[in-house]
């Protein structure tokens, strides 16, 4: 641009104004600083509207629709479950490209790799917490999603396959959480997805099943290629899976349009695509402006919670040779491991799963009622319902609670101090676990004593209290388990390490005597923590220690 | 479009959202500032739970593979592996074997490859290969959990008196202000360490002041500064009354080497020392002159009176009388040599 003719028309202000002008336009794709000055006043835009202008120059923009029906902005109409999915998933590949700095996939590092990142990374913990939450919340979030897709209707004509790609999305997320549940090589991390890989396995024929069984796991038992193997699905594969059909999905989203409310339109209608001028909103500036600060609260939300609540587990290190008693599943698979308690693992985890999913993809197909109105759909909404509550139960059904149970005095110490995670007695931890002998037949605590730790050691009695409960429930519950005596004996076995010894002795039902004992330790550095509460910050008024 | 009844949730006004947006944003920083403050003791806080936890996994493994012959609280047993809760073994076992790495390292690569044992080692024992690597059946990492859970009694150990016994209380045990069923029990934290007799010890003899002792006198030889003897003083601790003979088979370190529930058979002898299932048959034919009784009997205070042939002398500790009574011995002898004793 020749600047020297423009200053001679114009003068030298009105020039270096243009030119910021211009940059600024350039900046923006299309929008100039009056048109910006307009926008952030409120004002409705002239005709020919100037700011569809960055939908067509700007890659993020043009995939992007340039107005919306006025119904469909409105938060409870999609809560915004689709956007907060994909920016998850944006979310979930930022931290975990942080976390891959830091990991190795091998068995021989994995888990060593976990501890240092937790305990010689700053923000490291953050990083790994923050992943582990932006997961569970995904699949929450997607599943959402989809039932509110479902109560709406919008997945009738012409959405079907919308709704179908939807499906294969969701299958992806579970199975892009599945995939990284391996990698820190824990005991949870470990069994779960033996158990599930071993569902594989079920697959008829059976030359069929074992295969895929065999590529997943690497060899017959998961090792450093299955580790490998999970690693690439999880970091690579998927994800580009996902990419794909999410573009997919979203190009249907954006052709067929936002589908409106029922009441908005007539009967077998679809007029999402024709919104007349007067119910316009426009993409620039009102729905950005709202889909941006709904993510920057989402994000303020995910980070306190990450901070303050949620904490991701870690289990100690994977050993083939050791089932921890109650394996679970992750929560969202919890319906799959119940109904495998009541089914073998063909039908249940093969065969039903498989009907499921076809049932959900088939959905459009099987819903004839071309009416997305609530009170003409009681039949589909009131199934849709029952499905959700026998989700729930089959879920209840996958928890310890549900048909497992293990000999009652392996359960009551289960209870209290499991095999892998916090329970009672690690959270109450090795300063609040006074040295003696409690026997659950005789006074616990003398009186003295229990009136002191009432005020100063809550935790201790309620832990007394709980132990001999639930040696009553059983001995109540159980007529194999008679006249129960409890003993729980907490020694120094050495400095900074107790042996909390649990010493069960009962009466089966013919009158024989039975015997349990087990010893747990446990140190005075060692913080366990659940993965939902308020986060253990004790240490913070731990005194320095002398090096 | 009807209005819903909530509309007036809505935020609507775009500097409202704006705002909102800011303070969010408010928010997050505050709460990342947080984290950031506390980084620091956090990482160091998580350094020592993973430390915790490893002693934790190491407690459990030795509390159900070592202890048979490292004893109960790793203050070994007579004869058969000696004490690692001990002041000699953290203060100067690595100078006396000339180990120019650290302690941890000495620890770690013992229990991973083990120690040979020379057939009339002082040590019933031979420490076996535990590490996976040499055939055992232990990961790295348990082999390093093991390791600190051996490390983490240096501060007792170092508190241990290396001759005279002191009589100090046990640490925490109570102290609660009778706890039912507690018993503060009065623990001697004398040095336990059973001679190495495999050199000479450089440290300075007048820090070790070990009396010269009943165990292997025929071995202490060149290494006069360097034995011991359990001090008598820690049976003077004990309960008072006999001890049953089940207890006194393991807790005298005869389990460490003779087998009670395997009998003495041509092919199965037992090592290191005999098997003694059925030695109610075979006692009585072993020293003409002498009943069942007498000879089981003798060859507990006198071991080296008769040797079953093919077994070494002087292994067999020789201060049985001393650490039990008479009244022990009898009834150890006689539940020994019990045909009808449970298996």
Same mark, same amino acid.
């Given at each position: ?124 913990? /953050? ?37 179908? *790609? ?52 690497? !060899? ?79 994000? !303020? ?6 901070? /303050?609540?949620?904490? !991701? ?13 109650? *394996? ?138 709980? /132990? ?80 | ?59 459990? $493994?030795?509390? @159900? ?16 592996? %000696? ?18 790495? @650290? ?12 120690? #040979? ?10 420490? %076996?290969?535990?590490? @996976? ?58 040095? %336990? ?10 440290? %300075?003899?007048?820090? $070790? ?121 009898? @009834? ?9 004793? #449970?298996?």
């Amino acid at each position: 641009m020749a600047v020297q003719p423009e200053v001679k028309n114009k003068t030298l202000l009105e020039t270096a104004l243009g030119l910021a002008d211009d940059t600024f336009t350039r900046i923006t794709a299309g929008i100039s600083a009056g048109e910006f000055r307009r926008m952030l006043r409120g004002e409705a835009p002239g005709k020919p509207n100037p700011r569809l202008k960055p939908h067509t120059e700007a890659f993020l923009l043009h995939i992007k629709p340039t107005y919306y029906h006025e119904s469909v902005t409105r938060f409870t109409h999609t809560f915004r479950l689709g956007l907060l999915s994909t920016y998850l998933f944006f979310v979930e590949t930022i931290t975990g490209l942080f976390l891959m700095i830091w990991y190795a996939p091998s068995p021989d590092r994995a888990y060593t790799d976990m501890t240092r990142l937790l305990s010689n990374v700053p923000f490291g913990q /953050f990083m790994r917490d923050l992943h582990r939450l932006g997961a569970e919340m995904m699949i929450v979030v997607v599943v959402a999603h989809m039932v509110r897709t479902y109560l709406t209707g919008s997945y009738k004509p012409p959405r079907q396959f919308t709704w179908f *790609t939807g499906v294969l999305l969701l299958v992806m997320t579970l199975f892009l959480s599945f995939s990284g549940y391996l990698l820190p090589w824990d005991q949870l991390a470990f069994w779960a997805v033996t158990i599930g890989t071993s569902m594989a396995d079920a697959v008829p024929p059976q030359i069929v099943g074992a295969t895929v069984n065999l590529l997943a796991r690497g !060899a017959p038992d998961i090792s450093a290629n299955g580790l490998l193997r999970f690693y690439l699905l999880h970091v690579f594969f998927l994800p580009l899976l996902l990419i794909l059909f999410f573009f997919v999905h979203y190009y249907k989203v954006v052709h067929f349009g936002i589908s409106l409310p029922a009441q908005e339109e007539e009967v077998g209608q679809d007029t999402a695509s024709k919104v007349p001028a007067d119910r316009r909103v426009y993409y620039l500036p009102d729905v950005l402006l709202d889909e941006t600060m709904f993510l920057i609260g989402f994000t !303020a939300l995910m980070i306190v919670l990450t901070v /303050f609540f949620f904490q !991701a587990p870690l289990e100690s290190i994977a050993n083939p040779q050791s089932t921890p008693l109650h *394996t679970v599943a992750p929560w969202y698979f919890y319906w799959l491991q119940g109904l495998l308690k009541i089914a073998n693992k063909m039908v249940a985890g093969v065969i039903l799963p498989g009907v499921l999913l076809g049932l959900l993809a088939g959905i459009p197909y099987l819903d004839p009622n071309p009416s997305r109105r609530g009170k003409d759909r009681r039949v589909a909404i009131i199934s849709g319902i029952i499905a959700g509550v026998v989700m729930i139960i089959w879920s209840w059904m996958g928890t310890p609670y549900y048909a497992v149970r293990a000999a009652p005095a392996t359960e009551i110490v289960q209870e209290l101090i499991p095999e892998e995670g916090a329970g009672l007695v690690r959270e109450l931890g090795y300063a609040r676990l006074p040295n003696g002998i409690y026997d659950t037949t005789k006074e616990m605590l003398p009186e003295a004593t229990l009136a002191d730790y009432e005020k100063t050691n809550p935790g201790f009695v309620e832990l007394l209290h709980e /132990f001999k409960s639930l040696t009553a429930e059983f001995d109540k519950e159980d007529k194999d388990f008679n006249e129960p005596q409890s003993i729980l004996t907490i020694s120094q076995e050495q400095p900074h390490l107790k042996r909390i010894q649990w010493t069960i002795t009962w009466k089966d039902a013919k009158g024989k005597d039975g015997k349990f004992t087990r010893s747990f330790f446990i140190h005075e550095d060692s913080m366990y923590w659940e993965q939902y509460g308020l986060r253990d910050f004790s240490y913070l008024s731990k005194p320095e220690k002398a090096k | 479009m009807r209005k819903p009844w909530y509309f007036w949730l809505y935020v609507r006004s775009p500097i409202t959202k704006i705002l909102l947006g800011m303070l969010a944003v408010l928010i997050s920083f505050a709460a990342l500032a947080a984290q950031g403050m506390f980084e620091n003791k956090r990482m160091e806080a998580q350094t020592d739970n993973w430390h915790g936890r490893s002693v934790e996994k190491g407690a459990e $493994i030795f509390s @159900s593979n070592c202890y048979t012959c490292h004893g109960v609280d790793g203050k070994g047993l007579p004869g058969v592996a %000696p004490a690692l809760h001990s002041r000699y073994f953290f203060t100067q076992r690595m100078k006396d074997v000339g180990w120019a790495g @650290s302690l941890h390292d000495y620890i770690a690569l013992t229990v991973a490859a083990g120690r #040979p044992s020379k057939s009339k080692s002082q040590w019933s024992q031979v420490m %076996p290969t535990w590490s @996976s690597k040499y055939g055992g059946p232990m990961r790295d990492d348990q082999v390093e959990q093991v390791t600190q859970f051996v490390l983490n009694w240096q501060e007792d150990a170092l508190t241990q008196d290396w001759g005279t016994p002191a009589i100090t209380s046990t640490t925490g045990v109570s102290g609660t202000g009778g706890v039912t069923g507690t018993t503060v029990t009065p623990m001697v934290n004398l040095d %336990p360490f059973q001679p190495f007799h495999d050199g000479p010890s450089k440290a %300075p003899t007048n820090t $070790i002041t070990y009396t010269v002792g009943t165990l292997g006198a025929a071995a202490v030889g060149t290494t006069a500064a360097l034995s011991a003897t359990l001090p008598q003083s820690a049976e003077a601790a004990a309960p008072a009354g006999p001890r049953p003979p089940q207890e006194l088979y393991t807790a005298m370190a005869c389990s460490g080497c003779h087998k009670i529930d395997q009998d003495q058979t041509p092919d199965n002898q037992g090592q290191p020392g005999p098997n003694q299932g059925n030695l109610h048959e075979t006692a009585a034919t072993r020293v003409s002159g002498e009943d069942a009784e007498t000879y089981v009997y003798n060859s507990i205070v006198n071991p080296s009176a008769f040797v079953v042939p093919g077994y070494p002398d002087g292994i067999m500790p020789k201060d049985f009388k001393t650490k039990m009574s008479e009244e022990e011995i009898r @009834s150890l002898v006689k539940w020994i040599l019990d045909p009808n004793r #449970p298996k």
